[in-house]
T-cell receptor, first 115, second 113 residues
Framework: DGGITQSPKYLFRKEGQNVTLSCEQNLNHDAMYWYRQDPGQGLRLIYYSQIVNDFQKGDIAEGYSVSREKKESFPLTVTSAQKNPTAFYLC??????????????FGPGTRLTVL | QKEVEQNSGPLSVPEGAIASLNCTYSDRVSQSFFWYRQYSGKSPELIMSIYSNGDKEDGRFTAQLNKASQYVSLLIRDSQPSDSATYLCAVTGRETGGFKTIFGAGTRLFVKA
């Protein structure tokens, strides 16, 4: 089955820890995205990547880092510099971000909680 | 700064009625519009895309786009309790270096059995 997978489903972080959220897709999509969702708010873009070995900051990149070494994978690291990381993290992919017909498809999400 | 506005709701409709969800956007160069359904605790699921003015129908869903008035709406006919969810509007427009998609905060829909 084609789709986007995220792991883990739930993640708990202690103060000062870095944690990495996994995102994998087998849709052969070029573009991948990371969003953060807080209760009652829309999706806010953290980072996006249009092609392997390239990525750009979104609106709230501070305290986060990403890599794109493979087309299928776009892991997100939440660093200790992110002071309020408790949120629902969503990974998405699309055929390419260089088009208006940019339907994004989402993984199941990772819920991160700071202890 | 592009903005996408939605009434947070909840919008409550009886089973079998038509649910009407609205979305306005601030950027006149926005050109692609999407509706996502998000059940509580789950990720968004794409249900409709619309790119030109007018109506687009898919089963019980109809998306309506009016670029002159800068709004896009989603109608759900014969609403079912299983339609109870948050509906996110997303708008894509051209920006320096490519395209950008902005999501609204969503409208909560509750369909009463």
């Amino acid at each position: 089955d084609g789709g986007i997978t995220q792991s883990p489903k739930y993640l708990f972080r202690k103060e000062g820890q870095n944690v990495t959220l996994s995102c994998e897709q087998n849709l052969n999509h070029d573009a991948m995205y990371w969003y953060r969702q807080d209760p009652g708010q829309g999706l806010r873009l953290i980072y996006y990547s249009q092609i392997v070995n390239d990525f750009q900051k979104g609106d709230i990149a501070e305290g986060y880092s990403v890599s794109r070494e493979k087309k299928e994978s776009f892991p997100l690291t939440v660093t200790s510099a992110q002071k309020n990381p408790t949120a629902f993290y969503l990974c998405a992919s699309s055929i390419g971000s260089g088009s208006l017909y940019n339907e994004q498809f989402f993984g199941p999400g990772t819920r991160l909680t700071v202890l | 700064q592009k903005e996408v506005e939605q009434n947070s709701g909840p919008l409550s409709v009886p089973e079998g009625a038509i649910a009407s969800l609205n979305c306005t956007y601030s950027d006149r160069v926005s050109q692609s519009f999407f509706w996502y359904r998000q059940y509580s605790g789950k990720s968004p699921e794409l249900i409709m895309s619309i790119y030109s003015n007018g109506d687009k129908e898919d089963g019980r869903f109809t998306a309506q786009l009016n670029k002159a008035s800068q709004y896009v709406s989603l109608l759900i006919r014969d609403s079912q309790p299983s339609d109870s969810a948050t509906y996110l509007c997303a708008v894509t427009g051209r920006e320096t270096g490519g395209f950008k998609t902005i999501f609204g905060a969503g409208t909560r829909l509750f369909v009463k059995a």
